[in-house]
């Protein structure tokens, strides 16, 4: 569905992306992982054309959009959240989910007035499908509340309601579990589990909430330094010294010096107490 192809994303003489690939194959949640510079949202902000690459080349469904833009790669089905939620706070939820579908009649003042009907029959079209997206979020209850007042937990489920509002193939999730409580958060996961079992979504999310990763997503690919580093399940990404080491700076000799340090010390501290004695 998605092949980055050596992708750098440069500012400056800083690469915050240097040379990135990979490949997203439809049906799959892939989980992005890596520590705080990795390069994780910036690689997003490519993907979803809010930045365009220095170098290398974007594929989606066999084709090339490297140069296209957010709007225009929305309209293909690429959609993505933010970590930090966008919503319209003064609009109510039904109408955060009513104005996203693209090319409504509605929007254009001549139709207003000259094809009245046809305004109105797809407005109340797009408002059951808002309906009933809020029926599957289970957030009925506050369609009519300003977006604004919503809890954080609440407000992920809205971002991830107005995707279900395009056509959406591909939607990228920063960082969905960031601000949410437990509770919100279990029925997250499950809203994103049957999106992408019974509707057919795919999916790639940056996450640092690992419990997250490992029920959600396969594959998991961890970046370091704008770079790919591994690839793999959880459990095997989870394990690679290498992702130790880029997470914590943990290198084998940094842990065998500190083990040697601790046994070092406890024997200073027997020493220490046998004088006491």
Not at 86 to 109: C, Y
């Amino acid at each position: 569905m998605l092949e980055l192809d050596n992708i750098v994303k440069a500012f400056g003489g800083f690469h915050a992306v240097d040379g990135c690939s990979l490949k997203v194959n439809k049906g799959e949640i892939l989980g992005l992982v890596g520590p705080n510079g990795a390069g994780k949202t910036t690689l997003f902000n490519v993907i979803a054309g809010a930045l365009q690459p220095t170098s290398g080349k974007i594929t989606f469904l066999g084709e090339d959009v490297t140069p296209l833009s957010t709007d225009a790669l929305f309209h293909k089905g690429l959609v993505r959240t933010f970590q930090i939620p966008h919503e319209f706070h003064r609009l109510t939820v039904l109408e955060n989910l009513m104005m996203v579908p693209p090319a409504q009649p509605g929007e254009n003042l001549f139709a207003n007035w000259l094809n009245w009907g046809a305004v109105r029959r797809r407005e109340e079209e797009v408002r059951q499908l808002a309906m009933d997206t809020l029926a599957f979020l289970e957030l009925t209850h506050v369609a009519d509340e300003r977006a604004g007042n919503l809890s954080g937990g609440q407000k992920k489920l809205l971002e991830l309601g107005r995707t279900m509002m395009t056509n959406a193939k591909l939607v990228l999730l920063d960082e969905p579990a960031a601000g949410v409580n437990r509770t919100l958060l279990r029925k997250l996961e499950e809203k994103i589990q049957i999106l992408n079992r019974e509707r057919g979504y795919t999916f790639i999310l940056i996450e640092h909430d690992m419990e997250m990763i490992e029920k959600l997503c396969h594959p998991v690919v961890c970046m370091a330094e704008g770079r790919v580093l591994i690839e793999g399940d959880f459990h095997m990404v989870r394990s690679d010294p290498r992702v130790l080491e880029a997470y914590l700076g943990e290198t084998a000799a940094a842990r065998e010096a500190a083990s040697h340090d601790t046994v070092v010390e406890e024997v200073r501290g027997e020493e220490l107490r046998k004088e006491d004695i």
